[in-house]
C-alpha cells in the first residue's frame, strides 16, 4: 500500500516512511493512526503487506524501492510514534547536510503487559537514552537514513538476514564503515506495543540477537563497538556470570558481591524501572537482567561457531568492515 505525498516543499527534506507488516501484524492499525495524526507529516507513506514469506530487511528493501522521498524512515509496525518524530527528523536531517542516518527510541511508557515485557521495552529506552550521539549502529524501529546513502549501501542485507534480527545494526556499520554519519537521538520517540514473554526474550536474545552479533562483530573492525557492548555492558556481563558460578561453587559470600555489583552498575536502569512500575517491576528487573546477561554470555560460543562456519563453507562471502571514521559507541 503507497499513499502518495500530498504535500511538497522544497525547504525540507522529504520523508518517506516504511513501514514491514508482512507478519499482520494486530498492532499495524495503531501504528498507521500514529503517523496520520503526527505533526508535520510525512510526504508518502509505503506499507509492506506482502507477501507473508518476505522478513522485514527483504520488506524494508521493498518499500525504499518505492520511495520518493529524500530520506526513508523505518517504523517498526509495533511502534507509536510521538506526534513530533517527524518535526524532529526533518530538523536533523535539514540542519545536518553531512547526517547519514539517525534514529530515536521507545518512549519510557510502553504498552503494560506486565514484568516481562516492561522489563524489556524499559530497558531499550534506557540503553538508547544513555547512548546518545554519534553512534555506529542503526535501529530499524524507528530510524531514518538518507536514500542516497542507503541505496549506496546496499540496503538491508535480506539475504544474510531473512529474518527479524541485527540487519539494521549491519546496515548501521556499513554506512560508517563507508565514511557515513549516525546519531541517536532518544528524543525522537515511539510507544512499542510489543508483548513479550520469558520464554521469547531468551529466543531473541539468543537465536536472533546475541549469535548474529558476535558473528558480525568478528567480521568488522575490531575498534567498532555498538550500543551494548560499551564498559558497562560488559561489566554487568561479567558480574552476572560471577554470580552463577558463585552459587554454583556454593560460595554465597562472592555472589552477595557479585549481585551488588551488578546492581550498582545499573541503578540508574533500577531506579528508572522504580519510577515507571513500581517496586515489583523493579525487584523483578535484577534476575530479568540477570538472565538477559547470561544469554548474551551463552550466545557467544555459538556466535563464533557460525563465523568460523561461515570462513569454511566460502571466506570470501564474509564481509569485513573497517570504518574509516572514528567510532565513539
Not at 500500500?1 to 504535500?7: E, G, H, S, T, Y
Not at 552463577?244 to 549481585?259: F, G, I, K, Q
Not at 546477561?293 to 551463552?298: E, M, S, V, Y
Request: with cysteine.
Amino acid at each position: 500500500m503507497v499513499k502518495q505525498p500530498d504535500d511538497t516543499s522544497p525547504t525540507r527534506p522529504r520523508l518517506t516512511v516504511v513501514v514491514p507488516a508482512t507478519n499482520c501484524p494486530p498492532t499495524l492499525d495503531r501504528c498507521l493512526d500514529a503517523i496520520y495524526r503526527a505533526n508535520d507529516r510525512p510526504d508518502q507513506l509505503v506499507v509492506v503487506d506482502r507477501p507473508s514469506s518476505s522478513g522485514p530487511a527483504e520488506a524494508r528493501n521493498r518499500g525504499a524501492a518505492q520511495a520518493t522521498g529524500d530520506v526513508l524512515v523505518f517504523i517498526d509496525a509495533d511502534v507509536e510514534v510521538h506526534p513530533d518524530a517527524f518535526e524532529r527528523f526533518r530538523e536533523a536531517f535539514r540542519t545536518d547536510p553531512g547526517l547519514t542516518a539517525a534514529f530515536g527510541a521507545y518512549d519510557d511508557d510502553p504498552e503494560r503487559h506486565g514484568l516481562v515485557s516492561d522489563f524489556r521495552n524499559l530497558l531499550h529506552h534506557h540503553v538508547h537514552r544513555e547512548g546518545a550521539g554519534e553512534a555506529v549502529t542503526f535501529w530499524a524501529g524507528l530510524g531514518a537514513v538518507r536514500r542516497e546513502g542507503f541505496l549506496a549501501a546496499g540496503g538491508f542485507d535480506d539475504r544474510r538476514f531473512p529474518h527479524a534480527s541485527i540487519e539494521d545494526i549491519d546496515l548501521g556499520m556499513r554506512l560508517v564503515a563507508s565514511g557515513g554519519r549516525i546519531i541517536l537521538d532518544p528524543r525522537i520517540q515511539g510507544k512499542h506495543l510489543k508483548r513479550w514473554t520469558l520464554t521469547s526474550m531468551v529466543q531473541t536474545d539468543f537465536v536472533r540477537r546475541g549469535s548474529p552479533w558476535v558473528r558480525l562483530l568478528l567480521s568488522s573492525d575490531p575498534a567498532a563497538t555498538t550500543l551494548n557492548l560499551g564498559w558497562r555492558h560488559r561489566a554487568s556481563a561479567a558480574a552476572s556470570g560471577a554470580v552463577v558460578l558463585a552459587l554454583l561453587l556454593r560460595r554465597p559470600r562472592p555472589a552477595a558481591v557479585a549481585t551488588i555489583c551488578l546492581i550498582a552498575l545499573n541503578q540508574e536502569f533500577y531506579r528508572l524501572l522504580l519510577a515507571k512500575r513500581g517496586w515489583r517491576q523493579a525487584a523483578a528487573g535484577i534476575p530479568l537482567h540477570l538472565l538477559h546477561h547470561l544469554t548474551g554470555i551463552a550466545s557467544v560460543p555459538f556466535g563464533v561457531a557460525l563465523y568460523v562456519s561461515d570462513r569454511l563453507a566460502d571466506p570470501s562471502d564474509i564481509p569485513l568492515l573497517s570504518s574509516e571514521a572514528s567510532p565513539t559507541r
